[in-house]
């Protein structure tokens, strides 16, 4: 059995392995897209009533209660942010909203980091700057990270959830992994197979355009606000796909297949070029 349906800005297909009842199947689709949707509800940038949208709107020494999704969301982003030396920082949102890409910031902030944004213990948020975020780099794997778990607890045997290239294939399923040719995006390459793990893509092939004479991507450098103009793709294969599609950006940022974040989440990578490739 398999659905497809609108959803994260992309279309998102479930397909299930599974020969149970129909009925049976059909109700645990239905729990795994809810699940999507109500991550998109809570952490979608362009929704001034979501959790990040609320976040944003916060003064430094303000505290917000958030979900516990969201709560568990940037626990790990920010995880991630230590683990990479502060590649990956979900705190560029104002610089992506300045070139258009993001809704405009909701108050001024001339400088932006998910350092600034403290967790409390009671499940709830701080800042002691101002700070934009925007947590469409790890909310999408997140939201896949749902729709699995959701699959499991209703007793499905395997299935592959794919969020326009966000992948997590389970149980009894696998998956080819086709990746978009960064010379050519409508051409596919084949990466092999995946069972039993998650992987994600980053790359500027759709996002580039040109703002004030200059050229923008949705990857930018925290540490300098300049956009990345590479024109290779990053694909991790990771255990989680919130974490493959987090240490995408790493990926990009590093330039190093090897870099050792990677390594600490038990992911490996595939980086494509758009040169082609010596016969």
């Excluded at 659905?3 to 049976?24: S, W």
């Excluded at 069972?195 to 930018?220: F, H, I, N, P, Q």
């Excluded at 290779?232 to 974040?261: F, R």
Aim: aromatic share 4%; charged share 20%.
């Amino acid at each position: 059995m398999k659905a497809c349906r609108p959803h994260l800005g992309t279309y998102v297909e479930i397909r299930l392995a599974d020969p149970g009842p129909e009925h049976a199947l059909s109700a645990a689709l239905s729990q795994a897209f809810a699940r999507i949707e109500q991550v998109h509800r809570l952490m979608s940038v362009f929704d001034a009533t979501s959790d990040v949208g609320r976040i944003n709107r916060m003064r430094p020494g303000d505290t917000l209660a958030v979900h516990p999704w969201t709560h568990e969301v940037l626990a790990l982003a920010k995880e991630i942010h230590v683990a990479s030396g502060g590649l990956f920082d979900c705190g560029v949102a104002a610089r992506l909203a300045s070139w258009g890409l993001l809704p405009p910031a909701a108050v001024e902030v001339p400088a932006s980091s998910l350092a600034s944004l403290i967790l409390t213990p009671d499940g709830g948020v701080r800042c002691d700057a101002p700070v934009q975020i925007d947590l469409g780099g790890i909310a999408k794997g997140y939201a896949v990270d749902q729709a699995v778990a959701a699959l499991r607890e209703a007793g499905v045997a395997g299935g592959v959830v794919n969020a326009g290239g966000d992948l997590r294939v389970f149980g009894d399923a696998e998956e080819d992994i086709w990746l978009r040719d960064p010379a050519d995006p409508a051409h596919l390459r084949h990466a092999g197979t995946l069972r039993d793990g998650a992987c994600a893509t980053s790359a500027t092939y759709y996002s580039r355009r040109t703002v004030e004479g200059e050229e923008v991507s949705a990857l930018v450098d925290p540490r300098t606000g300049a956009a990345l103009r590479t024109r290779s793709s990053y694909t991790v294969v990771a255990p989680s796909c919130a974490v493959a599609d987090a240490l995408t950006k790493v990926l990009a940022l590093a330039g190093e297949p090897g870099h050792p974040c990677l390594a600490a989440y038990g992911a490996e990578s595939v980086v494509l070029s758009p040169e082609p490739c010596s016969p």
